[in-house]
DNA sequence: CTGAAAGCGCTAACAG
DNA sequence: CTGTTAGCGCTTTCAG
């Protein structure tokens, strides 16, 4: 392997200004320049990164957490995350922890031992107490996920009035009978929705039945047999709030068995504007999170918290767009794919 | 930062016997291992992880570069890789390319510079000779994409015999009208799974008729045109055979839209069993690459590499299976839902 | 503008 | 069984 001495003596320079001339710096004769460059290309050197990181004590990568890698909120937010990153010379990679907690400790370590400069963490699994001492520690950055009563620096959405809009969609269309799956109850993003779900009816005077809100776990499964045991109630709602698309679509495929027409008969909302919500039949209207933006948000606040500013603001919660689709029949139906889709 | 130093100080033995108890080395009295360990906890000590890939130069990092992230297919390899990998101590870091070549050349370099031991590539977007050159030097595997006539280590499917099985699937239907919509033809993997269905129809004595093949570029959107290309035509096909699902799905929406039922009306077929086709109405026909089995086999032959070994073979071809569902009328209509699905 | 030299924290001979 | 010590390749003062 070809290390910075070769190239230095081959260049007739020291080892120190093929390192200023690697790194730009400006006190660099012109003529040495170029040819240290020269000796550089014909040598093919390759810098020892691990090297540099090791004298540098940095990686210039930033790890981003995901509980799954196929979910379209996740990577729609790693791509405003890279976008981000990539414009300020550093490199993002990812670790899958497939919904286990183990996996996401695990990861820290990288953290911990400064293989990694940052952490974004696309999840909430862990301890938050750990969570809060890791980030006084280390740049950290929460999205989505965001801890009640921590002050650690996350961006987030607001479900609970996200929710309410689209609830409240459904109550201008008319529906009162109205019931809502949930996620399941110890994540805070699933009480928030729920929360919202709740402030929509009682603003409209609407009962809030204990019948109508059935809890799943956020699968296309649950989302199925939620809708099941909701259609076997004596008086069966006209419209469906679900905390997810997947349920959401779940929901629907049961009502269509039981021989219901979505949305005539019943209208369906879902959550989170997934890939497949507009390819669905019917198209699924649904809140979407600006996934983007929140991924660049989080990297800024990442990166802040690398330079080592102090941060005035640390946590951020960005706004939420219904998406009026064919699912609640609030628009008329019309020629579908005629907005981006995103695969 | 606590190191190594100040371990050993407080224990009073040398920096070379903490290091040794860091590694399990068997030469190391059990009191002095405990009284090692003890300080370590007390102190909080975390070996400077920099410090040691630099001297040791292997960092137990592989990297998997993907196209894209949210793709089931991608994620089910994954999952194997990650599965093998952790068996032997490495950790699996994921580079999202966006299906962006530069990226990919981007992420070359990580290998390059020693920041991860090994790469599997879940690709095939880079110059077949760059890749042939680049396996020469470093350990790295080709996972799905297979480069023709270019001995670099892959694993990857007979894309030729899964789709002229899920052809004759068809034609034992007694289907004679089969389109195909097609992936772009610049890639292998498509001219493969055309190449199986023109097999199909000639061992079959039907005529291959030109109109009835349509190109497509994988997405859903494509799919949908292709497919309202393709029932343009006079003599309208009875079944389509889709290189993947998101095209079939385009397809059977497409078919819908124009009146048509599917399976009666038209049966399809897709390729891929991506997490959704079993949720979409009509579920899926299609074929499932054993993806799991797929990112193991790949860990595995980069291992070997890693290891130093010779190769003794080095490309493995693994067998798809036809899943039978709904959209292709070879089966009754039965309950959903009876078989495990993946979010 | 350039060179010499001192380490970064750890590992791995080698010597005891 | 344990300690001493020489680097790994690079960056970065400090002199010149």
Chains 1, 2 share one sequence.
Do not use: W
């Not at 370590?109 to 963490?121: A, N, P, S, V, Y």
């Not at 204990?210 to 649950?222: A, C, H, I, P, R």
């Not at 019917?282 to 989080?298: I, N």
């Amino acid at each position: 392997m070809v290390k910075m001495r070769d190239v230095a003596k081959l260049a007739n320079v020291s080892v120190a200004t093929v390192s200023r001339v690697l790194h730009n710096s400006e006190t660099v004769r012109e003529a040495t320049r170029k040819k240290v460059l020269s000796v550089i290309e014909q040598l093919n050197y390759q810098p020892n990164m691990l090297a540099r990181q090791f004298r540098r004590n940095e990686t210039k990568i930033i790890l981003v957490v995901v509980p799954s890698i196929m979910n379209t909120v996740f990577s729609g937010i790693i791509e405003g995350i890279e976008y981000e990153a990539s414009k300020h010379g550093y490199r993002v990679l990812l670790g899958n922890t497939n919904r286990n907690v183990e996996n996401e400790y695990g990861l820290v370590e990288l953290l911990k031992q400064k293989q990694t400069d940052g952490m974004i963490l696309l999840s909430e699994r862990m301890d938050a107490d750990y969570i809060k001492a890791l980030s006084e520690e280390y740049p950290l950055v929460l999205a989505t996920a965001y801890i009640e009563g921590l002050k650690v620096p996350s961006v987030s959405i607001d479900n609970v009035s996200s929710s309410r809009d689209a609830v409240e969609h459904l109550i201008n269309l008319g529906h009162r009978e109205i019931a809502h799956i949930t996620g399941p109850l110890q994540f805070a993003m699933s009480r928030g929705r729920y929360k919202g779900y709740k402030q929509a009816l009682m603003q409209n005077n609407i009962e809030v039945r204990n019948m109508l809100v059935q809890e799943g776990d956020y699968t296309f499964e649950s989302g199925y047999n939620q809708m099941l045991k909701i259609m076997a109630i004596e008086k069966t709602p006209t419209a469906i709030f679900a905390a997810n698309d997947d349920m959401a679509m779940g929901a629907i495929k049961a009502a269509k068995e039981l021989g219901h027409n979505v949305p005539t008969d019943i209208a369906v909302v879902g959550f989170d504007n997934i890939g497949f919500s507009s390819r669905f039949d019917p198209a699924l209207t649904t809140v979407a999170q600006p996934l983007f933006e929140m991924g660049q948000k989080s990297m800024n606040l990442l990166l802040l918290q690398m330079q080592g500013e102090p941060l005035v603001k640390s946590q951020y919660v960005l706004e939420c767009e219904l998406i009026v689709r064919d699912s609640c029949g609030g628009k008329k139906k019309e020629k579908v794919l005629n907005e981006k889709l995103t695969t």
